[in-house]
């Protein structure tokens, strides 16, 4: 069955320190890959997202490139701000109507 | 704006009480969905609605029950519960039930307490 596997937390970084959150997927067909964050007592919300191989999602200084080779889906940000603590779930969609979110990965970021 | 309206925010009830949770879009869409968040478990699917029909119930039990009057509004009638259902329930909703390039967008979600 479909699968995200993300990078265990929880993460905690300096402000203005590089971040990057780890995520696989497998997958029947060809999904769309996502981001979403959900920070402290809110819903999630989308990040970013890319729909083919290649494409690379950006929003809010994070980055992620769809890597079909690697099945992968890297989410990077080259300066945290204390504002980016938060839940962040790495998600996939498939043209069947399935939707796979990872077990999300916590960042804390300390000034 | 979420564009997703969940109500109520808290909800603290008893194992025999009877209550409900509305969720409210109005972005357009078709598609509209129920989660459960519980504290370090993976995000889990409860039921899907497209355009009023229910399309996936992922082995509910029978005590959550679902109801999609119209395609705004999502309710979730909640009867005698047990205290491990007390998680934050989610609300989302997406465009189109199967269209894997658009986003779900979720609602702040109703923190469920069961006493």
């Known amino acids: 069955g479909d699968s995200v596997t993300q990078m265990e937390g929880p993460v905690t970084l300096s402000e203005e320190a590089f971040l990057t959150i780890n995520c696989t997927y497998t997958a029947t067909g060809y999904p769309s890959l996502f981001w979403y964050v959900q920070y402290p007592g809110e819903g999630l919300q989308l990040l970013l997202k890319?729909?083919?191989?290649?494409d690379k999602g950006s929003n809010k200084g994070f980055e992620a490139t769809y890597r079909k080779e690697t099945t992968s889906f890297h989410l990077e940000k080259g300066s945290v701000q204390v504002s980016d603590s938060a839940v962040y779930f790495c998600?996939?969609?498939?043209?069947?109507?399935?939707?796979?979110f990872g077990d999300g990965t916590t960042l804390t970021v300390k000034p | 704006e979420t564009g997703v309206t969940q109500t109520p925010r808290h909800l603290v009830m008893g194992m025999t009480n009877k209550k409900s949770l509305k969720c409210e879009q109005h972005l357009g869409h078709n598609a509209m969905y129920w989660y459960k968040q519980s504290a370090k478990k993976p995000l889990e699917l409860m039921f899907v609605y497209s355009l009023e029909e229910r399309v996936e119930n992922n082995s509910v039990p029978s005590r959550f029950s679902p109801e999609c009057p119209n395609s705004s509004h999502l309710f979730l009638h909640l009867h005698t519960l047990q205290p491990e259902d007390s998680a934050l329930y989610l609300c989302a909703s997406s465009q189109e039930w199967g269209r894997f390039n658009t986003e779900a967008f979720f609602g702040q979600g109703t923190r469920l307490t069961v006493v």
């Open positions: 890319a729909t083919k191989a290649d």
């Open positions: 998600a996939t969609n498939t043209n069947a109507g399935k939707s796979t």
